[in-house]
């Protein structure tokens, strides 16, 4: 039989396997980091009307700059971090992880090597991978801080073009203070000088601030952003990215042409019209990840602090095991192949309440 490796398909792609967090079919699934909350249904009833409105020019190409949301996105990032953000500096995409793709295709790329400080965020190495760009995997410490030592020498050492900090970091939780990452970007500026990515993916879960105002004068800083999370529309696929304006012209370059449907942006418009209303539902999740802190701790476990909307908890002799014992409670939770460790995505009351007694459970079968 035909298999992958008997096609003429890249070198460094031998071998490799693709993203695939399972998609199982459990009652409480809390595993890939997504908002429990439907949208509500006003919001639906706007999406549809945006989208019949969108429907009747659908023979034409969408906006290819997607100046409308581009501008409402920067209004939501302005209105939320207090610093000004226009149109010339967001640039929107099929996700965070298109964005991340159309940043490693304009700064990376073959002959070129990005860098993450590990366990991190896996796409961030694939998106390299495929891009054609080498991947440095950077340190971090035991407790998954990131040592800012360390993480200078790594970058003077290998000089990469590209260097991503995840904040708050997926899949351990924990925030980078502001003076890491300022420390960072100045090595990588001295090294090389290269790009900077802030993946605030989870940022709108913090208790800290977002770093966006750090792009002012630091025209090699890029904060990206996504409405997966905190605007619980994973299935929207629209991400975006806060940076100078000559980094909106430079992705400009790879993008394919209308990348961005109509109905994308149509449905995300919708979206930023119910902000506040979407962040209310962060409020309560942010409230249930400090419940499941709480929980987890009082039960035995080992947390890492965390500023996401997932936490993870440990420790496991064997992580596979207890992931495995955990689903057949009906309750599927992450396994990011870190040694001990398992993460756990925030959802409603009542999923989070099915977790906590499968956990409680293990616990007492241990004893
Ligand atoms: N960055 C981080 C740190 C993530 O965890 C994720 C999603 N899991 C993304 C980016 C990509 O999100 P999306 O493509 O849905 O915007």
Redesign the pocket.
């Known amino acids: 039989m035909t298999g992958i490796d008997d096609l003429p398909v890249r070198d460094e792609l031998r071998g490799k396997s693709p993203y695939g967090a399972p998609q199982l079919d459990v009652p409480v699934r809390l595993n890939?980091?997504e908002n429990p909350y439907p949208l509500p249904e006003p919001l639906v009833e706007r999406i549809a009307e945006r989208v019949r409105e969108a429907a009747r020019d659908l023979n034409r190409y969408p906006d290819r700059d997607a100046v409308e949301l581009r501008t409402q996105l920067a209004k939501y990032l302005t209105d939320t971090s207090g610093h000004e953000v226009g149109l010339a500096n967001v640039w929107a995409a099929?996700?965070?992880?298109?964005?991340?793709q159309q940043l490693l295709q304009t700064f990376g790329g073959p002959g070129r090597t990005a860098i993450g400080f590990e366990p991190?965020?896996s796409?961030?190495g694939l998106i390299s991978r495929g891009t054609g760009t080498g991947w440095i995997s950077g340190p971090r410490r035991d407790d998954f801080t990131i040592d800012v030592e360390a993480a200078t020498k790594a970058i003077t050492e290998h000089r990469p073009d590209v260097v991503f900090i995840?904040t708050p970091?997926?899949?351990t939780g924990n925030a980078v203070p502001r003076e890491t990452v300022l420390a960072l970007y100045e090595a990588a500026q001295a090294a090389k000088p290269s790009m900077v990515v802030v993946?605030e993916?989870?940022i709108e879960f913090s208790h800290g601030d977002s770093l966006l105002p750090l792009i002012e004068g630091r025209p090699n800083l890029v904060v990206?952003?996504?409405?997966?999370?905190a605007f619980g529309a994973?299935g929207l696929?629209?991400?975006y990215l806060a940076a100078h304006p000559a980094v909106v012209d430079a992705v400009q370059l790879v993008r394919l042409p209308y990348h961005l449907s109509a109905v994308t942006q149509a449905t995300a418009l919708a979206a930023l019209e119910h902000t506040d209303t979407l962040l209310k539902y962060v409020e309560q999740l942010k409230s249930e990840r400090d419940r499941l802190v709480a929980e987890l701790r009082a039960t035995g476990y080992e947390v890492v602090e965390s500023d996401a909307n997932f936490v993870q908890f440990g420790r496991f002799e064997d992580s596979h095991t207890t992931w495995q014992k955990i689903l057949d409670r009906g309750v599927l939770v992450r396994d990011n192949g870190i040694p001990g460790w398992l993460r756990v995505s925030a959802g409603t009351p009542e999923e989070n309440d099915a977790f906590l007694d499968a956990v409680r459970e293990l616990k007492k079968e241990q004893s």
């Open positions: 890939t980091n099929n996700g965070s992880n298109e964005v991340i991190s965020y796409m961030h995840t970091n997926n899949p993946d993916a989870y990206s952003r996504t409405m997966s999370k994973a696929r629209l991400g």
